[in-house]
């Protein structure tokens, strides 16, 4: 399946497509560069379920996954750069070297790989840790942790202001 099928399908009302293999696809087709940019309904795959899908290396950049279901989807060397996932299921997902330059409000994190991966300014609030492997770099701006649920299952407030370094690697 190419991007333009998956957003054709998308469009007539399909949202299950776990498994799709989608490396290094640009999933940006509006071709917008800041989220603000998007028309309504552009790059729109809000509830779409990509469960185990492959998306490694693609550019997910300035797309509405809001509720999306990515759990154990490998996005390895993903750029995922003013992407909306707010309230997105990413537990167990690959997410090792991937570039998330966009926030990680309620999504769920449980058991995923978050191994160097660059985090910039990214709010991790009410955002669910537990069980993962999360080691990142913060080069830019800090990580905003507000009742962010941490892996050993600790709630963390604490945020780590810019040129801070976060890296934990824990196994639940």
Same mark, same amino acid.
């Given at each position: 399946m190419d991007v333009e099928e998956l957003y054709r399908r998308y469009a007539a009302g399909e949202r299950d497509f776990p498994g799709v293999d989608l490396s290094h696809a640009d999933l940006n087709i509006a071709k917008v560069i800041y989220?603000?940019? %998007?028309?309504? *309904?552009?790059?729109?795959?809000?509830?779409?379920?990509?469960?185990?899908?492959? @998306?490694?290396?693609?550019?997910?950049?300035?797309?509405?996954?809001?509720?999306?279901?990515?759990?154990?989807?490998? @996005?390895?060397?993903?750029?995922?750069?003013?992407?909306?996932?707010? *309230?997105?299921? %990413?537990?167990?997902?690959?997410?090792?070297?991937?570039?998330?330059?966009?926030?990680?409000?309620?999504?769920? %994190?449980?058991e995923a790989s978050i191994f160097c991966t660059r985090l910039v300014g990214t709010d991790l609030t009410r955002a669910n840790l537990m069980g993962a492997t999360f080691q990142v770099h913060t080069e830019e701006d800090g990580l905003i942790f507000c009742d962010t649920i941490m892996p050993d299952g600790t709630i963390n407030n604490e945020n780590y202001p810019s040129k801070n370094k976060y890296s934990t690697r824990q196994r639940g």
């Open positions: 989220i603000e940019y %998007l028309q309504p *309904g552009q790059n729109d795959l809000s509830g779409i379920n990509l469960s185990d899908a492959n @998306l490694t290396r693609a550019d997910l950049s300035c797309v509405n996954l809001s509720g999306a279901n990515l759990s154990s989807a490998n @996005l390895d060397s993903a750029t995922l750069e003013c992407t909306i996932l707010t *309230g997105a299921n %990413l537990r167990k997902a690959i997410l090792d070297y991937a570039e998330l330059v966009c926030d990680l409000i309620d999504v769920d %994190l449980r």
